[in-house]
Each structure stands twice: as C-alpha cells, then as structure tokens.
C-alpha cells in the first residue's frame, strides 16, 4: 500500500517544481463554521501566503453532490450561496481559479480513463460510502445489504475525486484527516497510469489541515454538519450575532460548574474549547492551557466568551456574503464563475492532451 506524503500546512517544497494546489466543497449551501476552521480558512491562507507562480484552485464540485438525490433548484441555490461564501471568507478571484466542478468536462472525462484500470477492491475498502449509506466498515459491496442501497455513482466517486485533482497535475491538496484515504487513492491512480502511459500525471501531496474536527453543538460526539436536522447543532458563516449566541447558549455540555478539557469525558464542553482555541489563530498554546485560562468562570460566562469569540470572527465574513448575495451582485457572481471555469478548462485540458496521447484517442 502507498504510504501518503503530508505535511501541516504550507507548501515551501522544491522551487523546480511549479506548485498547483487543488481543492473543492460540495455545494450544501452556506458553510458551517466547521467548514471554515477544517477547510475554507486554510484555503485563504494558502493564497495569501503562496509564491506568484504558484496556481490555486478551488471548486464546487457539484458533481459529487448528485451521489445523493438532490432537488435541482435547491443544488443551483446552494451552489451560489458557496461561491458567494468562498468569497465572503477572503478568496480572490483574480489569485485563485475559483469554478464550479459540471462546466469542466475533462474532470468526467478523466474519471472514465481512471475507472478503466482502477481496483474495485481498492474501491470497495473505502470508508465514506458505507458511512452514507450506514453500513458497517466491514461490508462488501456485494453484500446483500449493500447492493439493495448502493449506486455506482457513489461507490466509484472517489475516481472522480482522483480525476478532479490530477487534470490539473496538482502538486499540492488541503484535506482533513479523514480524507487522507482518498489522496493515497488518487496517488495510486496516478501511479497506475504512469507505469503503462508515462509519466503524465503528477502524484499529489497532501496538506494537513491543523484544525481539527468541529463537532455539532447538540450531539458533540458527531461531526458538525449540514445534515443534521436540528438547525441549532451548527452556526453558518452567515449567522446574526442573536443567532450565534442562542446557539451557543443552548449547545449540550454537562453540569459540572468549572471549564476543564476532557474530549471524552466532557465533549461538549471541549468542543466549545476546541472552538475558541481554532478561532485564535495568533496563539499558539494548548486547549488545555485554554482552558485553565478560563477554569473559574461559570459556563453561562464561558458561553457568552465562546459566542462572541465567534461573531467577532465571522462578523466581515458575514456582511461579505451578504453584500455578494445581494441582488445588484448576482450578475458578478456569475461572471466570476464563468472566468473561473474558462481558466479550469484551460488547465485541465492541457492536461488531457497529453492523457488523450498517451491512450491513443
């Protein structure tokens, strides 16, 4: 098995090679703060700090968001609120290609040539289609539980998720840990191709995010996410300062009166100190000397310090959106979008010439 290449992040590597970072979001309308402390906050921080040479790319990738149903005119909604919201968070369409995923064909098209040699057994010890679909780690696609739910879209997204990465040649890709498993396998298609066709594509490396999880404000033993039916289990980078402390107030944490971080023991708790020690990006302490800076205030107190930790953050990402959702802006929005697919597609078919070459079409 390939053993992935991460660093924290930064992307100082060999000034011979020039580097292309790559992401993407799926469009599930605006960000939670989760999204922005595990993703969106490095993605700016990549384009500040990157050399001029340096190409950044950041996609909605809306492709992947069809492996579930999906209500057409909520997807197009939503996936205007996350361009409207990649931009409210700092990045700049002239430094980075921002564009959306479907108006770049030579991603599906990559994808196809990638399936035809990629595992199905590889494939089918990926983790994230059982957990859609709630089935144990342990199952096979062939399972009879597996086969009455699942759908090729969704078992073989992770080739599209190689695709979206390599037709760029990316050198470098922001994830969390938990998509450390999908860079390894996009290595291995990269791999795979280079030994039979030459060496086209470019293996990426991955760029650990420092921000660790954000965990939902009701149920803190589950991820923050959109998903979740009660509103309160999340705060949206759009949320009004009223909204950001109500939700604070009433996220779950326990009845021991002093602030103390203990992730298992007290989760709610820790999430919240999680939170605050995320936000303060200038620091460089420990949760738990966080805490002990806070172990004698009440949790009504420590709440109140939390919520406004929080606004205080999102306070210019928030009047951002709301001025680019503006209807005078929507126009913008969509030409923005439009350069940013231009720009893609010019990248990404440069790569295919070569792919397309290579395999004799």
């Known amino acids: 098995m390939l053993r992935p290449t991460s660093r924290l992040l930064s992307i100082a590597a060999s000034p011979s090679r020039r580097q292309v970072v790559f992401s993407g979001i799926q469009p599930t309308g605006v960000p939670h703060l989760g999204n922005y402390l595990g993703a969106l906050r490095q993605w700016v921080k990549l384009q500040d700090e990157a050399a001029p040479e340096s190409t950044l790319l950041y996609s909605v990738v809306d492709l992947h968001a069809i492996t579930v149903a999906q209500d057409p005119a909520r997807l197009r909604q939503w996936r205007k609120e996350m361009f409207a919201s990649l931009i409210a968070v700092g990045l700049d369409p002239k430094r980075s290609i921002i564009f959306c995923q479907s108006a770049v064909p030579a991603h599906s098209e990559l994808m196809w040539i990638l399936s035809c040699t990629a595992s199905i057994g590889y494939l089918s010890r990926m983790t994230q289609w ?135 023991q007290r989760p709610g708790v820790s999430n919240l100190i999680e939170i605050l020690y995320h936000l303060d990006a200038a620091e460089v302490r420990s949760c738990h000397e966080l805490a002990h800076d806070y172990k004698d205030l009440s949790m009504r107190a420590f709440k109140e310090k939390v919520a406004d930790s929080i606004d205080e953050r999102l306070s210019s990402i928030r009047d951002k959106y709301e001025s680019v959702m503006h209807d005078a802006n929507t126009h913008w929005l969509s030409d923005m979008n439009e350069e940013g697919s231009r720009r893609a597609r010019a990248s990404a078919d440069a790569t295919m010439a070569l792919v397309r070459e290579a395999v004799g079409l």
């Open 130 to 264: 059982k957990s859609k679909l709630a089935l144990p780690d342990n199952v096979s696609p062939l399972d009879e539980s597996s086969k009455a739910k699942l759908r090729l879209g969704l078992f073989s997204y992770p080739v599209l998720q190689a695709a979206d990465v390599l037709v760029h040649r990316a050198t470098h890709v922001p994830v969390g840990e938990d998509q450390s498993q999908h860079l390894e396998f996009a290595r291995n298609c990269a791999n795979a191709f280079n030994h039979t066709s030459g060496k086209i594509l470019v293996p990426p490396e991955t760029i650990l995010s420092p921000a660790k999880r954000v965990m939902s404000l009701t149920q803190p033993q589950l991820k923050m996410s959109k998903s979740h039916k009660n509103p309160k289990s999340r705060i949206l980078i759009s949320d009004s300062r009223d909204e950001i402390t109500k939700k604070i107030k009433s996220a779950l944490t326990d009845s021991i009166s002093s602030i103390t971080y203990d992730p298992q």
